[in-house]
RNA sequence: GGAGAGGUGGCCGAGUUUGGCUUAAGGCGUACGCCUGCUAAGCGUAUGAGAUUCACGUCUCCGAGGGUUCAAAUCCCUCCCUCUCCGCCA
């Protein structure tokens, strides 16, 4: 038996913050079990089940007494209205059952209550299921790799890592005593050029014809919850005690949240959305792997693409997405690689998942830059974003996406690592020579 | 940080003084229909969400939580958020 924590300060001003449908979990207890046990997590469907039993038993009690209490008011109500003396010893007796019923209730409100409580608590802990197309796995070596574009570069000298080409440009000593380690600190031409992939980046989406956004860095747990964070990375992030506030790990969760709470009209949707975002991320637990350089850092900086859709056009979204993902790799002209992640290394709020990842040449290695993820409802259910259909009918859910587009930290490693003369310097990708009429860096 | 005003259905907005036909008025929007030889306008009808139930139905929801009462959108307490002004400050 797991333990889930009582998330006691988790509100939904449409309700309790649910996450598959409930329906879902009553019918299709195998697919549920199944889905968990391929992400590799815990699965508290029997705890759950027996919850939902006991819970509508209780109701139905409720309601029940409910039901006779109104009644009773109401009689007191019109008794009242045109009270002739004889009817005070009527409306006494009245008013005690009454208010005994209340009693009743109030006894039973109580257990109810704790029921909905725990369910609603141990639902956050269903991850999403995985599209049927998803390998099953239970680790990276079972991601299946569906689209390698441009040529590795080749070189008639040995190709150096970025840490070596940046040398002081990176300085981790600065950044060190600032903040601490795994904390980047650029200089000179290395910090232009992260601004101006940024600016690029940023232009390029909007040419797409996405919204720009500018979010705030910081969220509430309410708005973590929604989109998945909390509870299982809750200790990934770093946490502002005294306002109970995060710093965002991606800037998918204040994007995500713009429509938490919201109906939306049919024809608002798509909604296509980007905007730049610093991501913080403890990393707790990495240290010793990939932390050279600008491959794992704990502040890096992304711009990120976020889109809400009807159900039906989910699944298209997301090539579209990986499409034009995978032409911004085209135009910086670096050599990538795309993922169909397998389930067990699928994020927890995913059902489907494709990773980018470019060859930085100075290391041999393949760099994830980018994650292009569907969620169908699973986040719109935890934050309430709802569409009314243009045919009528019940309020649908929408389908959130979001994807990379793109992070910097590994993104400037590849450009450094690929672009790299003999004699140290970086040759630009023509794109951004064109853009900047600076050709060849330092 | 201080003072004030607020938070009601998809949106706007009445209701809070005086608790009870509020089953939340009215408007906008939306859908369907009528009328108009196009459009606009006009007229009519419908239209909150959620839970539960085979169904009829029942119950819940007026920012959140608690309290008073036979009975709470309405009275009391705590908290959250928004706006305006002041203070501080990049």
Known sequence: M?????????????GRIIMLDRALLRNETDRVRLAAENKGEPCPIDEWLELD???????????????RRNELSNEVSSLKKDMDGDQAKLIYNLSRESKETGRRLAAIEKD????????????LYFPNIPDPDVPVGNDESFNRIVKSAGEKPSFDFNPLPHWELLGELLDSEASGSITGSNFILLRGWAAW?????????????????????????????????????IPKLEYDMY?????????????????????????????????????????FRREAGSYGKDTRGLNRVHQFEKVEMVRMVKPENSEVALEEMTAHVGEMLELLNL???????????????????????????GQEKWLEVSSVSNFRGFQSRRGGIRYRPAAGGKLQYVHTLNGSGLALPRLMAALIENGQTESGRIVLPEILAERTGIEILG
Request: proline content about 5%; charged content about 25%.
């Open 193 to 229: 050029l992260q601004r101006i992939l940024i600016s690029w980046m940023m232009d390029f989406n909007s040419n797409a014809g996405m919204e720009e956004v500018w979010v705030p860095f910081i969220a509430n747990r309410k708005s973590m919850t929604s989109t998945g964070q």
């Open 2 to 14: 797991y333990s889930y924590p009582i998330s006691d300060r988790i509100h939904s001003s449409t």
């Open 53 to 67: 039993e006991r819970r509508r038993r209780l109701l139905g009690e409720t309601e029940e007494l409910r039901r």
């Open 112 to 123: 109810l209550k704790a029921a909905e409580t725990r369910m609603s608590d141990i639902e």
């Open 335 to 361: 050599p990538y690689r795309v993922s169909l992640l397998a389930t067990g290394d699928l994020s927890f709020a995913a059902s489907k998942c494709y990773d980018f990842e470019v060859w930085s040449a």
């Open 239 to 279: 946490h502002i005690e005294k306002d109970d506030l995060f710093l965002i790990p991606t800037g998918e969760v204040p994007l995500t949240n713009i429509y938490s709470d919201s109906i939306l009209q049919d024809k608002d949707l798509p909604i296509r959305l980007f905007g730049y975002s610093p991501c």
